[in-house]
């Protein structure tokens, strides 16, 4: 069974710009999850995704958002870049069903602005 | 205040002995669960091991065990016999609740290097 995908690996972009990143989860899980990792922060929660329907946020401003389709592949889009959005982007699936909501996760996106 | 913390920055084991990673929580919630992730260089995130706050045994898979003291609030995770490949930082992880909202909240990880 493929595990969980996340385009693209790399990618550099300029303030004021605005990226999208797209996480594929395993066949199957219905729920995704979105981290940003920075070395000064440490991971912390962006929004999780069931069925197309956002269920829980973290604290990031508006300019983070995303999306969940039917198949359920997940796009999170952050607009005006800042210096500080440079960091690694992990997302996260689960199948949401027994007792350990346990989370895949993928190679994540490294996203640099400059 | 935090809500999980480890303690250990980093740390420097001999190849082959155990490895104790300490991490302890703080919640109110009595329905929660504990993770343990490594995250290698390469920077994705590997399950090794959960805990649920109502489960009666210490967790175990393979050479990963969890030593969970629930009144002390501290769900430390054991590597028996260490290799280098487990060199790696090492994330504990808390969900809170058993509803359908679901989110991590993450402690700062120990950086672990096991010396040959």
């Known amino acids: 069974k493929a595990g969980v995908t996340q385009t693209p690996r790399y990618l550099i972009k300029t303030r004021g710009q605005q990226v999208t990143l797209s996480c594929s989860p395993i066949?199957?899980?219905?729920?995704v999850s979105w981290y940003q990792q920075t070395p000064g922060q440490g991971l912390q929660f962006l929004f999780e995704?069931?069925?197309?329907?956002?269920?829980n946020k973290g604290n990031f401003p508006g300019r983070f958002s995303g999306r969940q389709f039917s198949n359920s592949r997940s796009e999170m889009n952050v607009s005006t870049l800042e210096l500080g959005d440079s960091a690694l982007y992990l997302c996260?699936?689960?199948?949401?069903?027994?007792?350990?909501?346990?989370?895949?996760f993928g190679p994540g996106t490294r996203l640099t602005v400059t | 205040a935090q809500k999980i913390t480890q303690t250990q920055p980093g740390m420097f084991v001999q190849e082959k002995e155990a490895v104790t990673l300490d991490c302890t929580y703080d919640t109110s919630d009595p329905s929660y669960g504990l993770f343990w992730y490594k995250q290698p260089s390469s920077g994705e995130m590997i399950f090794l091991i959960y805990q649920g706050s109502y489960d009666q045994q210490n967790a175990t898979e393979g050479r990963y065990s969890l030593n969970f003291q629930k009144a002390r609030k501290s769900a430390n995770l054991v590597i028996s016999a260490s290799q280098l490949g487990d060199s790696a930082m090492y994330f504990c992880?808390?969900?809170?609740?058993?509803?359908?909202?679901?989110?991590?909240?993450w402690g700062a990880g120990t950086k672990l290097i096991i010396k040959p």
């Open positions: 066949s199957g899980h219905r729920s």
């Open positions: 995704y069931f069925s197309e329907t956002q269920r």
């Open positions: 992880a808390m969900r809170e609740g058993m509803d359908s909202n679901y989110q991590l909240i």
């Open positions: 996260a699936s689960s199948l949401v069903m027994g007792r350990s909501y346990e989370q895949y």
